[in-house]
């Protein structure tokens, strides 16, 4: 099976201006993650979504949202950018419940100038 | 909230030796703990999991083992390599309510060859 795969892999944009990243998730799993990686902060969940509905969601503001399509695709947007937003952005895949193994996929590195 | 606290930040073994990293828990309704494993330009890939009704956990040289009275848990590498070379994230999921998956903030092992 092909593993997680997010577009685009790496993203320059510009305080104010809005964002929208991709996740094509493993074939089968129905739910997708989102996670933040900074240097100072490390891992944070942003939200999970399954079945097109958002299950869970961690402390973002709400300029962080996302969505998910009936194939399991998922897509997040930030909106009016911050420098602070400069991360790396992962999406994790699951068959089932967020109890279960998560896959990551490789990241789009995002960077705000 | 759950809070995942990882120890050492670093660690450099020599090849062949073991490696011991160490994570505690804060919400005793977890049940869940994976292990990440994290290369330079990589998303976050799953090396070994274990849940709150299993003490340990093996995988060749890779061992978990969990202990929820105390509610730390632990990755044992034997024999490393050169390529064990990685940061390495303790994360685990609350039962209670949500399930969003809380990482440690990583550690950086180093195999000296």
């Known amino acids: 099976k092909a593993g997680v795969t997010q577009t685009p892999r790496y993203l320059i944009k510009t305080r104010g201006q809005q964002v929208t990243l991709s996740c094509s998730p493993i074939?089968?799993?129905?739910?997708v993650s989102w996670y933040q990686q900074t240097p100072g902060q490390g891992l944070q969940f942003l939200f999970e979504?399954?079945?097109?509905?958002?299950?869970n969601k961690g402390n973002f503001p709400g300029r962080f949202s996302g969505r998910q399509f009936s194939n399991s695709r998922s897509e997040m947007n930030v909106s009016t950018l911050e420098l602070g937003d400069s991360a790396l952005y992962l999406c994790?895949?699951?068959?089932?419940?967020?109890?279960?193994?998560?896959?990551f996929g490789p990241g789009t590195r995002l960077t705000v100038l | 909230g759950e809070n995942v606290e990882q120890h050492p930040s670093t660690l450099s073994v020599q090849e062949g030796d073991s490696a011991v990293i160490k994570c505690t828990y804060s919400?005793?309704?977890?049940?869940?703990f994976p292990w990440y494993k994290q290369e330079l330009g990589k998303g976050p890939q799953l090396i070994i999991d274990?849940?709150?009704?299993?003490g340990e956990k093996k995988d060749q040289r890779i061992a978990v083992t969990l202990n929820k009275t105390a509610k730390h848990f632990s990755l044992h590498i034997t024999e490393t390599q050169p390529e064990d070379s990685a940061v390495y994230f303790c994360?685990?999921?609350?039962?209670?309510?949500?399930?969003?998956?809380?990482f440690g903030k990583g550690t950086k092992l180093s195999v000296i060859p």
């Open positions: 994790a895949s699951s068959p089932e419940s967020l109890g279960n193994e998560q896959f």
């Open positions: 074939s089968g799993h129905r739910s």
């Open positions: 979504y399954f079945s097109e509905t958002q299950r």
């Open positions: 919400d005793s309704a977890s049940n869940y």
């Open positions: 274990i849940r709150s009704n299993v």
């Open positions: 994360a685990a999921v609350s039962g209670a309510g949500s399930y969003q998956l809380t």
